[in-house]
């Protein structure tokens, strides 16, 4: 019994540590001064209606989502066919192939983005959209295939091999079977991607330029200049928006899917 007791409160440190910040930034985004402070001196919503009234953070929002949204449906055209091969067949590299696939979230972010920057932005001379296009996309592939990976794996491969024997061929198989029973992952991964890139910071940090800049980084250079609680509210919306996201995940297919893999 005391062991449990102890654990139990533990367990409330621990979550007190996580999720204490998280609590202040939400009470202190809805100060009525002009000035972030903690515990506020009184409520209002005025700094939730000055995030529309900042044209900054509109232009580098509608950025971020382009760029998300482009960068999730070519990661899309490349990593289905990689998680499929990947989950479907054996061959010769397989395991040197997926560890390829998922190294740009084992590469720290820092040195990914100034690899970006010195061999997309730098030798190539490419405009700053498509080095960030390109970039966006390299991050969120490993989710994408990891994602549809961890659903191919509890797809019946027989029920393939079955539209084939019954005279479908291998590519309309692969559209009219196998997409269909795995679109809940295809969404899931979807939204898990567009998460990453669109809250990305050290990749973004080095692929932007003069007129152009992602949400995340304008929020820094807000912060640079403005000591208001603006940055405070619109962190909640951030945080309320992925907990949308998660929750949407997790009803499309569950926290095991993540643990199989």
């Given at each position: 019994m005391q062991k449990n007791r102890g654990l139990a409160f533990f367990t409330f440190l621990v979550f007190l540590f996580l999720l204490g910040p998280l609590l202040i930034i939400s009470v202190t985004s809805f100060e009525g001064g002009s000035v972030l402070k903690f515990p506020p001196e009184h409520l209002s919503f005025k700094w939730y209606l000055n995030i529309f009234d900042v044209q900054m953070f509109i232009s580098t929002f509608k950025t971020s989502i382009i760029v998300s949204l482009m960068g999730n449906l070519f990661a899309l055209v490349l990593g289905i066919p990689a998680a499929y091969a990947l989950s479907r067949f054996d061959f010769k590299g397989k395991k040197l192939l997926d560890a390829v696939f998922i190294s740009p979230i084992l590469i720290p972010g820092i040195v990914l983005g100034f690899s970006f920057l010195r061999y997309i932005v730098g030798a190539y001379q490419l405009?700053?959209?498509?080095?960030?296009?390109?970039?966006?996309?390299?991050?969120?592939?490993?989710?994408?295939?990891?994602?549809?990976?961890?659903?191919?794996?509890?797809?019946?491969?027989?029920?393939?091999?079955?539209?084939?024997?019954?005279?479908?061929?291998?590519?309309?198989?692969?559209?009219?079977?196998?997409?269909?029973?795995?679109?809940?992952?295809?969404?899931?991964?979807?939204?898990?991607?567009?998460?990453?890139?669109?809250?990305?910071?050290?990749?973004?940090?080095?692929?932007?330029?003069?007129?152009?800049?992602?949400?995340?980084?304008?929020?820094?250079?807000?912060?640079?200049?403005?000591?208001?609680?603006?940055?405070?509210?619109?962190?909640?919306?951030?945080?309320?928006?992925?907990?949308?996201?998660?929750?949407?995940?997790?009803?499309?297919?569950?926290?095991?899917?993540?643990?199989?893999?």
């Open positions: 405009p700053i959209y498509t080095a960030l296009f390109i970039g966006h996309t390299i991050i969120m592939l490993p989710f994408i295939i990891r994602i549809i990976s961890s659903s191919l794996s509890n797809f019946d491969f027989s029920i393939e091999e079955a539209a084939e024997s019954l005279g479908a061929s291998k590519v309309k198989t692969f559209f009219i079977v196998v997409l269909p029973n795995i679109k809940s992952g295809i969404l899931a991964a979807v939204m898990i991607a567009f998460l990453e890139s669109f809250n990305n910071v050290d990749i973004s940090v080095f692929m932007t330029g003069p007129g152009i800049s992602t949400f995340p980084i304008q929020m820094l250079t807000y912060v640079e200049n403005y000591f208001d609680p603006t940055i405070a509210a619109i962190s909640v919306l951030l945080m309320v928006i992925t907990a949308f996201f998660m929750f949407m995940v997790e009803r499309l297919m569950g926290l095991s899917y993540f643990t199989k893999r």
